[in-house]
């Protein structure tokens, strides 16, 4: 029996994040440093740790409407160039230094048009401060790929555009388009064109979809929608039985997943907040990485979790036990799942996962 792995062993680990809010992700000095200059006089704190604290603790609110009340105060701070710059650069200094090689980092640009931006000057501020940060990354020697998904509201009705922008900029840092926001009485199938024209453009999206809401949520999302991956689907555990001395029993809508080896974005910590599970040790993670799902580890919103890829790591290797094997089977499976072209996958997992991994193990 070798020692369980400790906190700053994973964060010398290569790990790659697919589900990842860039609103969710902002340090707390950054949203008061940004309020003071722009005259935002509404968040609940005046000092970094007092505010940090209050993000982690309103966000443990045990429902996902409740869970996303503290989005209003990141994105009043996100309504100029500078301040998407800056968030953005940050955003990748952090994971950076946290040892992720790899990230999909999502946003909504219509929450952030307040002051008069477009939608096209939204996503070229966003896209400028990954450039910058992978630069400093990189010269840090901490090299890092950044890509960017565009996300339009469920309960608006601008999916189409977002779809629209996301094709726009294709090719220049942007890799898909995802819908997000709440679950109940939004279904998936009001975004219809939204997804048709990425299908039309042979596009890339992931859909949030059984998170507080269950399985006619993913049926949706991948029989109507054609998703190309899960945002959560956590719920899809209500799909599988348990069969004493069989393992488990999948139904049709969990088979089709497996079959088709449908990514699944995972975030524990954000699962806990928001009640979908009562706590790590009872996410179905496990379970789901036991059946063979393609399962990933993702963070979801550093800020309001108060977590990094490494502490999501980490809990779930004190919940479960996992070892070396299992860490890297779940960081490749990431890397192929992501949006980037199968040539840029495989040379991560080829040449920068792998390799060290290899180190690690030993
Ligand atoms: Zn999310």
Redo the contacts with the bound molecule.
């Keep these: 029996m070798t020692a369980p792995l400790e906190l700053r062993q994973i964060e010398k680990a290569p790990k790659a994040l697919l ?3 860039l609103d ?1 992700g902002l340090r707390p000095s950054t949203v008061l440093d940004i309020a003071g200059q722009i005259g935002y006089d509404e968040l609940p704190a005046t000092d970094a740790d007092d505010l940090a604290t209050w993000f982690r603790t309103r966000s443990h609110s045990g429902s996902l409407e409740r869970y996303l009340e503290p989005f209003s105060h990141t994105v009043a701070v996100m309504q100029t160039p500078e301040a998407l710059y800056r968030v953005a650069y940050e955003c990748v200094k952090d994971l950076a230094a946290d040892s992720v090689v790899y990230a999909e980092i ?1 946003f909504a640009p219509e929450l952030h048009i307040n002051r008069g931006l477009s939608f096209d000057e939204v996503v070229d501020a966003v896209l400028e401060g990954f450039a910058a940060g992978e630069k400093a990354a990189a010269a840090a020697g901490r090299p890092i790929v950044v890509r960017l998904l565009v996300t339009a509201m469920r309960h608006a009705a601008l999916s189409r555009e977002i779809a629209e922008l996301a094709i726009r900029f294709r090719g220049r840092g942007v890799v898909g388009f ?1 819908i ?1 926001g709440a679950e109940a009485g939004n279904p998936p199938t009001r975004h219809l064109d939204a997804f048709e024209c990425m299908r039309d453009h042979n596009a890339s999206f992931t859909i ?1 979809a059984g ?1 507080a809401f269950g399985l006619p949520s993913i049926h949706e999302a991948i029989a109507f929608c054609g998703a190309d991956r899960l ?2 689907g956590v719920r899809i555990v209500d799909d599988i039985e348990m069969v004493e001395g069989h393992g488990v029993r999948l139904g049709r809508l969990a088979s089709i997943l497996r079959d088709n080896r449908i990514p699944l ?1 995972l ?1 524990p910590s ?1 699962n806990v907040q928001t009640g979908a599970v009562k706590s790590i040790a009872d996410h179905p993670f496990d379970l789901l990485a036991r059946a063979r799902f393609r399962v990933t580890v ?1 963070t ?2 550093r800020l309001m979790s108060d977590t990094t890829m490494s502490l999501e790591m980490h809990r779930l290797v004190e919940a479960f036990g996992y070892g070396w094997a299992d860490l890297e089977r779940f960081t490749i499976n990431a890397m192929k799942s992501a949006f980037i072209p199968f040539d840029e996958r495989l040379a991560l997992i080829d040449e920068v996962i792998k390799p060290r991994y290899a180190v690690l193990i030993g």
Aim: aromatic letters at 0%.
């Design positions: 589900h990842d809010h969710g999502r995802d997000a949030h998170e945002g959560h974005e975030c954000s993702n979801d919103n």
